[in-house]
């Protein structure tokens, strides 16, 4: 009986232990299974998290992507309108140098006809001058001078020729001299044009010196009688064709001279007057101490000069043409400067 009702204690105590241990480990479990829960929830939102950060970096890839390509787009295109503009400039160049090249051409078809059209003027102006000296030469009959005033003549054209020798040595001095002076004055241009006067005076001073055996009777300028006369100074003078032959060319010769002298000092921007130019001051360009005097050549000489300094000068062509660099004095000028008149017997 005492076994029994031992016994069924015992159970008892077993039971309740058992069901004591149970209750604990329930009690256990809860909060594992919790903790458990939050660490895959933990879990779960730090791999939605770096998912959402891969999408945020695909999306910030694609945005950077999308603008460097417009970037791209864009420099592309800032290129192609660059390769564009110089694609343009470069065609407006190549047809600035074709009208540039067409311009030169017509410029040198001008220029061309322009000296055509000159040389024929120049040919016109000639015929004119000789027709107009022609008209001023009536026919006049030839005399041959006695022995002794030919004799005459010759003993003044050798002392006239050895004083213009000394004189034109004296002369050749000063030339350089003014040379010097244009050059320090950076007067290029005329410093160009003293130069060839110079020159003009070296080779008459050389043809002169080739002269000394002169033949003078067989110069028909010392035996042919005066056939015009001529006014300067209020005198009147008398001369031969030879005479008025070389008188004329002093006309010409000073126009010419002139001519250069005014184009120089247009070119050097100097103030224009002819008096100051060498040419004129000197005037004896071209005269050998033959047949005339040298007043009367220098005379003409600088009437010729003075019209052909402003012809020069102001860039026009009133008393005159310019031709190949060489100034033409108009006929009818040259006859109204002369106003030679013939002597009739």
């Known amino acids: 009986?005492?076994?029994?009702?031992?016994?069924r204690m015992v159970g008892a105590v077993g039971i309740g232990a058992v069901a004591l241990l149970g209750l604990g480990v329930v009690m256990n479990a809860a909060p594992q299974r919790g903790q458990q829960q939050q660490d895959e929830k933990d879990k779960k939102q730090q791999a939605d998290k770096k998912a959402q950060q891969a999408k945020d970096k695909q999306a910030q890839d694609r945005q950077a992507q999308g603008q460097q390509q417009q970037r791209d787009r864009q420099q592309q295109q800032a290129q192609d309108r660059q390769a564009q503009g110089q694609q343009q400039r470069d065609r407006q160049e190549q047809q600035a140098a074709v009208n540039q090249r067409q311009q030169a051409q017509r410029d040198r078809q001008?220029?061309?006809q322009a000296v055509v059209n000159q040389r024929q003027q120049a040919q016109r102006d000639r015929q004119q001058q000789q027709n107009a000296l022609a008209a001023q030469q009536p026919q006049v009959r030839f005399q041959r001078l006695a022995q002794p005033d030919q004799q005459r003549l010759i003993t003044q054209q050798q002392q006239r020729f050895v004083q213009y020798r000394t004189y034109l040595g004296?002369?050749?001095?000063?030339?350089?001299?003014?040379?010097?002076?244009?050059?320090?004055?950076?007067?290029?241009?005329?410093?160009?044009?003293q130069l060839q006067y110079v020159a003009g005076l070296n080779q008459l001073q050389m043809r002169m010196q080739?002269?000394?055996n002169y033949n003078y009777g067989g110069d028909p300028y010392f035996y042919t009688a005066p056939t015009y006369r001529y006014s300067r100074g209020g005198q009147y003078y008398q001369t031969n064709q030879y005479g008025y032959d070389l008188l004329r060319q002093a006309v010409n010769y000073g126009y010419d001279q002139g001519m250069r002298a005014g184009i120089a000092d247009r070119q050097d921007r100097w103030a224009g007057n002819y008096e100051n130019a060498y040419g004129y001051m000197d005037a004896n360009y071209g005269y050998g101490?033959?047949?005339?005097?040298?007043?009367?050549?220098?005379y003409y000489f600088r009437e010729g000069f003075r019209r052909g300094y402003q012809d020069g000068y102001n860039g026009r062509y009133q008393y005159g043409t310019y031709v190949s660099g060489r100034g033409n004095l108009l006929g009818a000028i040259a006859a109204t400067i002369l106003n030679f008149q013939a002597i009739r017997r």
């Not at 009986?1 to 016994?7: A, G, H, Q, Y």
């Not at 030339?175 to 007067?187: L, T």
């Not at 033959?290 to 220098?298: G, K």
Request: zero cysteines; charged letters at 15%; aromatic letters at 10%.
């Open 1 to 7: 009986m005492r076994s029994t009702v031992l016994n």
């Open 170 to 193: 004296q002369q050749q001095r000063v030339a350089q001299d003014q040379s010097i002076q244009y050059q320090r004055a950076n007067r290029t241009a005329q410093y160009s044009v």
């Open 110 to 112: 001008q220029q061309q």
């Open 210 to 212: 080739s002269q000394n």
């Open 289 to 298: 101490g033959f047949y005339v005097e040298r007043a009367d050549y220098n």
